[in-house]
């Protein structure tokens, strides 16, 4: 069963850093591609950055661009999500999701995590 | 960048037909998800590739894909499929995931 456990949220003040942790089991973590997608209160669902299996291919929602930053360690099953310049809009629950390549070969998240929220505020 | 509509509400009756629509440019030349998430919980994914269930998704869920509409499609509607519904596909143009804005499904 794949589980995936968010970690590393809760309050940061405007302009200031958090770092989210996302530990995999139940599947082999170094021959998947995560993403992290966000959800402020009573909206929908945000994509926010994606990984390749090997770390190599990084994707960002141009509204994070610049100042988070993805990545993995294919040794601890871990991936994070490094999150600078934080700003009000960024609160949100963030989940941490196992993507899977679809029939044409791109990706959508398969699995997911039950969400670390991150409220920035001063 | 690529744009996906939802209707933001649908109310159906127990035991009706429930159809949840994704408007997209040309969306039938692309690769549909659809995700349940019910109240105070992650989503779930129950269709992929336009068509497919996961396993342990009832056969109830079922999608289609063609020209500018993709539709999610819940018979026998019950109680427990009150939730929001959200269609995803991937943006070629930007190498970006897009959600719709997702619908409600109320269960009157």
């Known amino acids: 069963e794949v589980q995936l456990w968010e970690s590393g949220g809760g309050l940061a003040q405007p302009g200031g850093s958090l770092r989210l942790s996302c530990t995999a089991s139940?599947?082999?973590?170094?021959?998947?591609?995560m993403s992290w997608v966000r959800q402020a209160p009573g909206k929908g669902l945000e994509w926010v950055s994606g990984?390749?299996?090997?770390?190599?291919?990084?994707y960002y929602a141009d509204s994070v661009k610049g100042r988070f930053t993805i990545s993995r360690d294919n040794s601890k099953n871990t991936q994070y999500l490094q999150m600078t310049s934080l700003r009000a809009e960024d609160t949100a629950k963030y989940y941490c999701?196992?993507?899977?390549?679809?029939?044409?070969?791109?990706?959508?998240?398969?699995?997911w995590g039950r969400g670390m929220l991150v409220t920035v505020s001063s | 960048s690529y744009v996906l509509t939802q209707p933001p509400s649908l109310s159906v009756a127990p035991g009706q037909t429930a159809r949840v629509t994704c408007g997209g440019n040309?969306?039938?030349?692309?690769?549909v998800q659809w995700y349940q998430q019910k109240s105070g919980q992650a989503p779930v994914l129950v269709v992929y590739?336009?068509?497919d269930r996961p396993s342990g998704i009832p056969v109830r869920f079922s999608g289609s894909n063609s020209g500018n509409t993709a539709t999610l499609t819940i018979t026998g509607v019950e109680a427990g499929d009150e939730a929001d519904y959200y269609c995803?596909?991937?943006?070629?143009?930007?190498?970006?995931?897009?959600f719709g804005g997702g619908t409600k499904l109320t269960v009157l």
């Open positions: 139940g599947f082999t973590f170094s021959s998947s591609a």
């Open positions: 040309n969306i039938g030349r692309k690769s």
């Open positions: 995803q596909v991937w943006d070629l143009n930007t190498d970006h995931v897009v």
């Open positions: 999701a196992k993507d899977k390549e679809d029939i044409l070969g791109t990706i959508f998240p398969e699995s």
């Open positions: 990984i390749s299996s090997s770390g190599d291919n990084i």
């Open positions: 590739d336009d068509t």
